[in-house]
């Protein structure tokens, strides 16, 4: 069983992190911050132990946010010489999101220097909180920077819903200043980059899906191999919740002229078992038709109602007159996102974002 995140701030490393910054900071006071980075820290989740040593940097660190920020640049790893780098650095993006928006520019400098060895994603977000025209104006000039994490850090710090970090709500609301951040980064040679790029195309998605839709319309004609994925992976919302802009950008248009049929080879299904289905989908039109094929599982909820939840199953173009027939299993088994309850279920099939078949069947507890 894989350890708890928890564990990945613990005694040994802040030893570690305070021998670098002592080696930096002769007068840093290494014994206090280690009594006070490590009191208690094994009763507390991931969050609160960064926390507490984030309170042990404010205790013995400068008041003045210059001096602690010239502190902490000095012991990043340079040319080759040990400094704060991975877990370590968790606290210390807490420590600049709580002192640093008082110096913005300095801040977020620290917070581009600390990036290549950690992430800084997290702690660049009080800045674009704290004055949003203000922090993306600097952000927006990492577009370009050779470093692939400086880059990844402009798209991935601006995402408007980014995971385990604060929400920024302006950019909620009005994600369009956003946008030419994005763009610029839409062919970064690196991967890293892209994958952010889309994650960020998505959240947008969430709460603007025509804007999502319009803008993957507009740069998707000629696009590259790695572009086309991007974009892809930036409307997989849209194509689960069948939008038809966003099915018509990959060429899923309406399917009136085809033929769904299900079968369910199980109408019962044990928990922790699967149910097990058959699709056939055939062509009757007169020309070849791209299909998206996605099923959802209406699972009962504990006043009875069903919700549905997508999955994706497979791509593939037909031929007219021509037919195609797969058999799947859906795993019923316990998850830490879900709670099931025995009843009636429903599965429904999915082409092009329309349902186009359905069953129900029934989940039975042990």
């Not at 109408?267 to 055939?282: A, M, N, P, Q, S």
């Not at 997508?310 to 027939?325: D, E, N, R």
Request: aromatic share 8%; hydrophobic share 45%.
């Amino acid at each position: 069983m894989p350890e708890p995140l928890k564990t990945l701030l613990h005694e040994a490393l802040v030893g570690n992190m305070a021998d670098r910054i002592a080696a930096n900071a002769p007068s840093f006071d290494r014994e206090r911050f280690v009594w006070l980075a490590t009191d208690g820290l094994g009763a507390r989740e991931l969050m609160e132990r960064s926390a507490l040593i984030r309170d042990a940097l404010f205790a013995t660190l400068p008041d003045d946010f210059p001096k602690a920020a010239a502190i902490l640049k000095a012991s990043l790893p340079t040319d080759g010489k040990p400094g704060l780098t991975g877990w370590m650095l968790l606290p210390v993006n807490q420590f600049i999101a709580a002192r640093g928006p008082d110096y913005f520019d300095l801040g977020l400098d620290l917070l581009k220097a600390l990036t290549p060895h950690f992430t800084a994603e997290f702690g660049i977000r009080p800045f674009i909180h704290r004055d949003q025209q203000r922090a993306l104006a600097i952000i927006s000039g990492w577009v370009d920077d050779p470093d692939q994490h400086v880059r990844r850090l402009a798209s991935e710090g601006t995402r408007p819903r980014l995971p385990w970090a604060m929400r920024l709500p302006q950019l909620v609301k009005d994600p369009a200043p956003i946008l030419p951040v994005l763009t610029a980064l839409i062919d970064d040679p690196e991967d890293y980059v892209r994958r952010s790029v889309a994650n960020s195309l998505n959240d947008i998605a969430k709460d603007h899906p025509d804007l999502v839709a319009a803008f993957i319309a507009g740069h998707i004609e000629g696009a590259s191999r790695e572009r086309r994925w991007l974009l892809k992976h930036a409307s997989r919302t849209l194509l689960k919740n069948g939008h038809a802009q966003a099915l018509a950008n990959f060429g899923f248009g309406a399917t009136a002229s085809l033929a769904c049929e299900l079968r369910l080879l199980n109408g019962e299904v044990l928990f922790g078992e699967g149910l097990d289905f058959e699709i056939r989908v055939t062509n009757a039109g007169k020309a070849p038709q791209s299909l998206m094929i996605d099923y959802a599982i209406h699972h009962m909820k504990s006043d009875g109602l069903l919700s549905p939840k997508v999955f994706k199953c497979k791509t593939l173009m037909l031929a007219p007159g021509q037919s195609h027939a797969m058999t799947r299993r859906h795993t019923m088994r316990p998850i830490t996102t879900r709670r099931y309850y025995p009843g009636e279920h429903r599965i429904a099939i999915l082409v092009n974002g329309a349902e186009s078949a359905s069953e129900s069947f029934v989940l039975v507890m042990p």
